[in-house]
Nanobody, 123 residues
Framework: QVQLVESGGGLVQAGGSLRLSCAAS????????MGWFRQAPGKEREFVAA????????SYADSVKGRFTISRDNAKQTLYLQMNGLKPEDAGVYYC????????????????WGQGTQVTVSS
């Protein structure tokens, strides 16, 4: 079992930045791919970004490319999402997740999910 706890969400003005963190426990995550997803009110959960086990390969949704950066520190069992140039449409609950490989995560077929952290962007 892997437990995931997200943090770093909050209220930010449009154009601002936030850095989300996801702390993992229970099992080592160094052999897993990880990713971030988000869900806005009334919408389905959508993929945001994914990273392979070593951190050398990443994938992003087109809507966040060039603004968001996913990274991980396996020694700290932590996943990050640096979000710059935030827009009101980026608001929602952000979830981190763990999967067997990056493509599996990208497709949302993750084995473990966190509880989410709220991001609110004011215009």
């Amino acid at each position: 079992q892997v437990q995931l706890v997200e943090s770093g969400g909050g209220l930010v003005q449009a154009g601002g930045s936030l850095r989300l963190s996801c702390a993992a426990s229970g099992r080592t995550i160094s052999s897993y791919a990880m990713g971030w997803f988000r869900q806005a009110p009334g919408k389905e959960r959508e993929f945001v970004a994914a990273i392979n086990w070593g951190g050398g390969t990443t994938s992003y949704a087109d809507s966040v490319k060039g603004r968001f950066t996913i990274s991980r520190d396996n020694a700290k069992q932590t996943l990050y999402l640096q979000m710059n140039g935030l827009k009101p449409e980026d608001a929602g609950v952000y979830y981190c997740a763990v999967g067997s490989d990056r493509r599996t995560v990208l497709n949302g077929r993750c084995d473990y999910w966190g509880q989410g952290t709220q991001v609110t962007v004011s215009s």
